[in-house]
């Protein structure tokens, strides 16, 4: 049986905790990155699992990431982990708010463009009531006022719908980084 959101996450000092175990702090960033530590993306499944945590719980509630590791690293450090991953999600939301950007000037020139195909269609349409016949008068000038109001379609889909998942994807990852973020090391366990 599966747990709701609020009793899959521990609440720790008042914040929702997501709480990952890993070997190794290697396993939280991209080992094909070449850059230095503190600037490499982080690995895929690690951020696709803390954005879905993210997303199950309440966005009401404070959020605590801890993030426990059972092999220390010497060259690593808690503060690069936490680092890489503030600069991880502040790139994150830069590019989604490229995006979203991008999105609404592609909305406002579909827009214009719709409202001028709308508006030729329109006086068209005028045009078509001196045609001798009838049916194909009304007929012509129907498919002209359809085509006109249907080039309006994919900027009103735009402005009126396609933004919100890019703004709730930004909210959330703005979420994500201001989450407090904590770093430990289990100690070692001497072997019986």
């Known amino acids: 049986m599966y747990k709701s959101a609020s009793q899959r996450y521990q609440i720790v000092n008042g914040k929702e905790t997501i709480q990952i175990r890993v070997n190794s702090p290697l396993q939280l960033f991209d080992s094909r990155d070449p850059a230095p530590f503190r600037d490499r993306d982080l690995d895929d499944d690690f951020t696709d699992y803390l ?3 993210a997303d199950e719980v309440p966005n009401r509630a404070p959020l605590l990431i801890e993030i ?11 503060e690069a982990i936490i680092e890489a991953i503030e600069n991880y999600f502040q790139y994150q939301i830069e590019l989604k708010k490229s995006q979203f950007s991008k999105m609404l000037r592609m909305a ?11 508006a030729i269609c329109l006086g068209l349409s005028q045009f078509t009531k001196h045609i001798p016949n009838e049916i194909f008068s009304t007929t012509f000038r129907e498919g002209i006022v359809i085509f ?17 998942p890019i703004y709730d994807r930004i909210q959330l990852l703005k979420r994500i980084l201001s989450a407090e973020t904590q770093v430990h090391v289990e100690a070692p366990q001497n072997p019986l």
């Open 68 to 78: 426990i590791i059972s092999k220390s690293q010497p060259d690593i450090k808690s």
């Open 108 to 118: 406002r020139l579909f827009l214009t463009v719709g409202m001028l195909v709308l």
């Open 51 to 53: 954005i879905s945590c």
């Open 148 to 164: 006109g109001w249907v080039s309006m379609w994919k900027p009103l889909e735009l402005l009126l719908f396609d933004w919100y």
